[in-house]
């Protein structure tokens, strides 16, 4: 198992390599944002582009990047954004938002989503599973601007109980703050729990008429106790990587919802970096959104491994 | 058993029991059912399936027609008649309720209510549908008490546009006249004498222009002087010596032929119109906007079928390529397996976790000026949108490739090619039908997220897009929410019917659920 996993992140961290070198070369064959002449930011960033090696062929351009990397952590500067700030430390300061807006809308979704599927697959072929299934499926395939419409409009604008959008500053935990996060919170909520009820529902419902089921059944458990004991055990296998992922996922924050409720996150960052030609943001960016892509998908592959005994990948006996 | 003794019998005796009879099997009676005819029968089966077949039926139809259908291209655009709400002239007239154009303004105070209701006695067409409510307030005032009221007015956003100022050449000026000679719609009005609405200011400076003021008024505020009867007193200019032009059509009600309709500028005139005959001058034919305008003064009836059209069009090329290449790359890697698989899936693993928006702006950046937009955007789609279709494929060649079918084949002769695309892949074309179904609408979700995020830009190449219209209707969502809601609904509704589709699909192709749901 541990061989397995760390096999598995070598590979990761191989393939971040690859992609990376890659959007670097095509970043740098673009032609670099025009200064302004006279600003005084100018100078600056003029002599550190030359120390990037702007003027030289772009292998030594990836050369002199990686090493800054791995010598200094120096993701470079900010060319037109903010001008001369270090890429890494803008990039920190807008990781909290996302995080937190995500988090909120995870902690209350994955309960409901997974509660909503049980119910479901209890209930199997009623009309409570047949309308939970299909909202599921509507919910699942509207995308997110229309949810966030809908909630603008009647939530905000129409019973005017949130504004519009979200409050500027770094009072992550304030009551205003968090008022002012619930439009967002809520329109990311529609997709995790339809996502949640989904898989819950398809699972439960395969492990319910499983024959352990019935021995568990036999040797005198009731209903309650088998589903709970038996089967939702068995259910929580592909439940938990689930959750791990999203919990990962949350690190990198929706692009839409960041846009319409302008949350000073990661989102907003990238959209405004690729606007304004800003072009070791989107680097710093690119870099950060495949690394949590890939991490995302190990996490959940490894800790299947760990929940169930029955999985153990790689493990030779 | 009785004693019978068969030694001796005579050949005579013996004769055939079918020697001039047909010798075959029962025929079948029922009718034997091939691969799709059965796909086809389950899938009927699935109501909700059926039923979203229809749909999508329905907004391809709406896709194609609905730009054909339309008064407007999606290049009429109109800088008046902007983010208006939904209109039919037969509608408004009629007080049906709907298509009415209606906007509702909070707080309208009588000064404002009385100017509503002026536009409606100067041009025949009351902005005012209905007043929904009324609020009455105490103020204080030069130390008494006064009630003041406020109305909530529901009001035809078209009619409210009322008159306006234009500056037209001769020429046009003329035709106007023409126009109004032949259809009697009055689209010149007299102008207006600043001196006459407001006679007790002497700063006329200090007053902003509001050209549907012609009416004397008794302060600066434009309160109306009304007369005993209750009506107002008009304040049109009949100064004749500043004329721009001369006019020989028909006049207002109430002008005894001294009012001036032009205004002298140099090479043209200046005119008060009423934009919505204007209009109907300018067009041909009074405003009729089905689904309202958008941002640019559009017919969105028409936008949302010229923006629909492109994401159609595209998701199913997306989806075709994607299949052609996701099919041969799979087919390869699953048949020939070993190294060649492993180096394979290596470089599958690679462009399946650059995530997909890099992809799209990496692509944006660079190629859009070479090959244009929409290539650009096309690549994008296709550089990784492959991957699921070549994994799935994959997987297919893996489950056959060593079944006994083709050993037989590859005994007889064949070729990798043949096994390939005659013996294996006709065996896997149910899975990748079905996933086709499913990857429409997730090409249609990204291009009309990218659009809405404004990373991609096809609005010169398409028309519009939805993505388009939607992320101008988001802007303007509290005062005409018609235009998000229309894309909204649009798109919602033809990604759920796909998704239901290509659901009720995979049940039908899936042969192992045969069965089962009876």
Known sequence: ?317 | MENQNYEHISPEKFEFAQKDAYIHDEKLKTKSRGFFADAMLRFKKNKSSVVAAYIIAFLVLFAIFSPIISKYSINDKDNVYTNFAPYIESFALGKKGIFDGAYVLDSQSELQLTALNAIGQETGMNPVIDILGTKETTEIYRGKERIKYTYKVEVNSYFMVGNRIMVLSYDEFDQIQKFQNETGRQVLYPIVDKAKVYPRVKDLSTIPDNTNIWYVCTDNKGTAKVDKNGNLTPAYSTDKAKEGAEYYSQRIPGDDGSYIYSLAKSGSVQVRVNYYNYYTFKNGHVPEYVMGTDTLGRDLFGAIGTGARFSLVFAILVSAINLTIGAFYGAIQGYYGGTLDLVMDRICDILGGIPFIVVATLFQLHLAEKVGVVPGFLFAFVLTGWLSMAALTRKQFYRFKSQEFVYAAKTLGASDFRLMFKHIFPNSIGTIITSCALVIPSVINSETSMTYLGIVNLSSFAGTTIGDLMSQGQAAMTTSPHTMLFPSIFVSLLLISFNLFGNGLRDAFNPSTRGTED
């Not at chain 1, 397995?4 to 959007?23: E, G």
């Open chain 1, 1 to 317: 198992m541990f061989k397995y996993a760390l096999k598995r992140i070598a590979l990761m961290l191989m393939t971040v390599f690859i992609i990376m070198c890659m959007c670097f070369i095509l970043i740098r064959m673009l032609p670099p944002v025009p200064l302004q002449p006279g600003d005084p930011h100018t100078e600056v960033l003029m002599a550190r582009r030359e120390a990037m090696g702007y003027n030289k062929p772009i292998i030594v351009q990836l050369g002199i990047f990686l090493k800054d990397i791995f010598t200094r952590w120096d993701w470079g500067i900010s060319d037109s954004l903010y001008y001369g700030q270090n890429v890494w430390s803008i990039f920190v300061t807008k990781l909290p938002a996302s995080i937190i807006v995500n988090l909120y809308s995870i902690i209350w979704s994955i309960p409901v989503g997974i509660a909503l599927g049980v119910f479901a697959a209890l209930k199997k072929n009623t009309w409570i599973d047949h309308t939970i299934s299909t909202l599921t499926m509507v919910v699942i395939s509207v995308p997110s601007f229309v949810y966030a419409f809908l909630i603008q409009y009647f939530l905000s604008y129409k019973l005017s109980l949130f504004p519009f959008l979200m409050k500027g500053g770094t009072d992550w935990f304030s009551k205003e703050m968090f008022i002012s996060m619930v439009p967002a919170v809520l329109s990311l909520s529609f997709g995790v729990i339809a996502g949640f009820t989904r898989t819950t529902r398809a699972e439960l419902t395969e492990v319910l008429t499983s024959e352990f089921m019935l021995l568990a059944r036999t040797k005198g458990l009731t209903k309650r106790q088998a589903t709970v004991r038996h089967a939702f055990k068995n259910c929580m296998v592909v439940i938990v990587p689930a959750i791990f992922g999203n919990f990962v996922g949350i690190l990198s924050g929706s692009l839409i919802i960041e846009k319409i409720f302008s949350i000073p996150g990661v989102g907003g960052l990238y959209l405004n970096a690729i606007n304004a030609r800003d072009y070791n943001i989107f680097m710093l960016d690119t870099a950060f959104y495949t690394v949590i892509g890939l991490a995302a998908s190990i996490i959940v592959d490894i800790s299947y491994g760990f929940i169930d005994p029955r999985i153990r990948m790689g493990s030779k006996k």
